[in-house]
């Protein structure tokens, strides 16, 4: 390409210059026929050295840099490629890791929440059943307590009224005797709660 590029300048150049033979000689010398040969010569030694200094040094290297670093650039996008697949493949990984611990904490707390219902069923059905006994254990002492407090209390009440006897009268009475008033009293009292 920079021969194409040379060659066409010193075409234009040869150009202009047969351009400027035609032109009047007169003015700037620049334009002046007769040094028109030694400034051509010197143009195509200076243009010649440049080309070669051009097409065999410095363009090589940028060219070569260029193709290094279309190269390494290259290289840069297939690593990057590379990486990003990578990183989605790792991405999608982590969302599948995440996914299953999720499931299996809801999996952990379900059976976990069953669990502490059963047992707290198994206590609540444990403490009822408890409380039932205890319940019925103290309705039967109830019961007992209500079924032998009319004996107590007549037999509290017989020694009470013998010992006052004794100690009012000082005689003895025969317990048989207090018994069968205590139970008259004791009946009229029923008569009275019952009938009201």
């Given at each position: 390409?920079?021969?194409?590029?040379?060659?066409?300048?010193?075409?234009?150049?040869?150009?202009?210059?047969?351009?400027?033979?035609?032109?009047?000689?007169?003015?700037?010398?620049?334009?002046?026929?007769?040094?028109?040969?030694?400034?051509?010569?010197?143009?195509?030694?200076?243009?010649?050295?440049?080309?070669?200094?051009?097409?065999?040094?410095?363009?090589?290297?940028?060219?070569?840099?260029?193709?290094?670093?279309?190269?390494?650039?290259?290289?840069?996008?297939?690593?990057?490629?590379?990486?990003?697949?990578?990183?989605?493949?790792?991405?999608?990984?982590?969302?599948?890791?995440?996914?299953?611990?999720?499931?299996?904490?809801?999996?952990?707390?379900?059976?976990?929440?069953?669990?502490?219902?059963?047992?707290?069923?198994k206590k609540k059905e444990?403490?009822?059943?408890?409380?039932?006994?205890?319940?019925?254990?103290?309705?039967?002492?109830?019961?007992?307590?209500?079924?032998?407090?009319?004996?107590?209390?007549?037999?509290?009440?017989?020694?009470?009224?013998?010992?006052?006897?004794?100690?009012?009268?000082?005689?003895?009475?025969?317990?048989?005797?207090?018994?069968?008033?205590?139970?008259?009293?004791?009946?009229?009292?029923?008569?009275?709660?019952?009938?009201?």
């Amino acid at each position: 390409m920079v021969k194409k590029i040379f060659f066409y300048y010193i075409l234009s150049s040869f150009l202009f210059f047969v351009g400027a033979f035609a032109s009047e000689s007169g003015g700037m010398p620049q334009l002046n026929p007769e040094f028109w040969i030694s400034q051509i010569f010197w143009l195509i030694i200076t243009f010649g050295f440049l080309y070669v200094i051009l097409s065999k040094l410095i363009l090589p290297k940028i060219s070569a840099n260029i193709e290094s670093r279309k190269s390494q650039i290259l290289e840069n996008i297939e690593e990057a490629e590379k990486q990003r697949k990578e990183s989605e493949d790792r991405i999608k990984e982590y969302d599948k890791i995440i996914q299953d611990s999720k499931i299996k904490a809801k999996n952990y707390y379900n059976q976990s929440r069953e669990k502490i219902l059963m047992d707290i069923n198994k206590k609540k059905e444990s403490l009822d059943r408890d409380l039932n006994e205890e319940i019925n254990k103290a309705e039967l002492e109830i019961q007992d307590l209500k079924s032998k407090s009319p004996d107590k209390i007549v037999k509290i009440a017989i020694e009470t009224s013998n010992d006052l006897i004794k100690q009012l009268i000082g005689v003895e009475v025969n317990n048989s005797n207090i018994s069968a008033i205590v139970e008259d009293l004791s009946k009229k009292n029923k008569r009275e709660h019952h009938g009201n």
